[in-house]
């Protein structure tokens, strides 16, 4: 496969390895950007390894709460301009609110509001604004209690991210917090549990892969993957987390000294997953003249 300069350039941004050392590392895996990132890894190339890779589509993350329920929605749009267009803020928000009564984006979309579906109503928009949108993902979380926070916030309720967080008790303003926690953290699961077990073990592979490199000895190895393991656990919970107002207590600490226990949570942020096709301008143009 060949090796575009893209390539490499989204490498590197997504890691913080060199030019050559990311050109190497997609050579070597053939151009699989996942696989290149765990071998920048295992080289101890990899300054970090980002979850989601670049954010490359736009739009908003409404969030919305009623009683024991709250809701997460994902609308996209081209460009950030259309995200702090007053018209497309006010139908997301009418999104938002009819995403309540349902649990699936197809429901949402056949939701009739003032008089058309959701869907009707976003086609409508997109001739009016001129720009292709989509309502891409929803999410809703029950619990006893659910608290709603949504980041960089350009309008109530909507922003690039949007959290929601369940939980047992009373205290909201801990809650609250916990969901600005996740915004900033982006825990991979509730607990150790909650994991995905492909995960787990594609990771506990790649640092058995970088010990080795080490050249220690098998049963030295083994010691320091328990050690090495434990780190990613409590790296990649939510309960395991340092939390961030107070980084000397767990987010499981935290809580307890809080009189909360946090059931569930959800976070969607705006293009999370989605990548864009680019090319650079002399290719473009060169298209058009072909």
Do not use: C
């Amino acid at each position: 496969m060949a090796i575009t300069a893209q390539m490499v350039k989204e490498l590197r941004d997504s890691t913080g390895a060199g030019m050559m050392d990311a050109k190497k590392a997609l050579t070597e895996t053939d151009g699989n950007m996942e696989a290149a990132v765990d071998w920048l890894r295992t080289k101890g190339l990899a300054k970090a390894a980002k979850k989601s890779g670049r954010t490359a589509a736009e739009g908003l993350v409404a969030v919305a709460t009623e009683g024991s329920k709250g809701i997460a929605v994902e609308v996209n749009s081209e460009t950030d301009f259309v995200g702090k267009n007053a018209d497309f803020q006010k139908m997301v928000g009418k999104i938002a609110t009819a995403a309540i009564a349902v649990e699936t984006v197809e429901d949402l979309k056949a939701t009739s509001v003032d008089g058309k579906t959701i869907e009707q109503t976003v086609t409508d928009a997109i001739a009016i604004i001129g720009e292709n949108m989509s309502v891409r993902r929803m999410a809703s979380l029950h619990g006893s209690n659910v608290v709603s926070y949504v980041h960089n916030s350009v309008a109530p309720g909507m922003g690039s991210i949007g959290v929601l967080v369940a939980f047992d008790g009373s205290d909201e303003t801990f809650a609250r917090q916990v969901a600005m926690h996740i915004a900033a953290a982006s825990p991979a699961a509730l607990g150790e549990a909650d994991l995905d077990p492909a995960l787990v073990e594609k990771e506990k592979q790649v640092q058995m892969d970088i010990a080795r490199e080490s050249g220690k000895p098998e049963a030295v190895i083994e010691k320091m993957i328990v050690g090495r393991m434990a780190k990613y656990m409590a790296e990649s919970t939510l309960l395991g987390q340092a939390f961030v107002v107070n980084p000397d207590l767990t987010v499981a600490q935290a809580a307890e000294a809080a009189g909360v226990v946090i059931t569930g949570f959800t976070r969607l942020e705006v293009g999370e997953g989605i990548t864009v096709e680019k090319e650079d301008f002399a290719a473009e143009v060169a298209k058009l003249h072909g």
